[in-house]
């Protein structure tokens, strides 16, 4: 079983910056794909960021060059630095992994942008 954890979210005006972590614990394997999606009211989940444990990155279109997602292999934590953000980035954001096919969510995390 797989456990993600996430912090960092909250209220910030537009313009500003947060950063959201999530820890992973469980059984975990070396070779996996961690990332963050996010879920607004009446909206579908979707991808904000991916990163496999090899550095390869894909982004939203409507994030690039605003959000930065890391990841510390050894500590099993993903990170996503969101900058400039928008009143349109408000949603629950979820850390998701994806280990031998099977998919883990953590239990979200609220950003609110105020304009």
């Known amino acids: 079983q797989v456990q993600l954890v996430e912090s960092g979210g909250g209220l910030v005006q537009a313009g500003g910056s947060l950063r959201l972590s999530c820890a992973a614990s469980?059984?975990?394997?070396?070779?996996?794909?961690m990332g963050w999606y996010r879920q607004a009211p009446g909206k579908q989940r979707e991808l904000v960021a991916v990163?496999?444990?090899?550095?390869?990155?894909n982004y939203a279109d409507s994030v690039k060059g605003r959000f930065t997602i890391s990841r510390d292999n050894a500590k099993r934590t993903v990170d996503l630095q969101m900058n400039s953000l928008k009143p349109e980035d408000t949603a629950v954001y979820y850390c998701?992994?994806?280990?031998?096919?099977?998919?883990?969510w953590g239990q979200g995390t609220q950003v609110t942008v105020s304009s």
């Open positions: 998701n992994t994806v280990i031998s096919g099977r998919v883990y």
């Open positions: 469980g059984s975990i394997v070396s070779n996996n794909l």
């Open positions: 990163m496999s444990t090899g550095g390869i990155t």
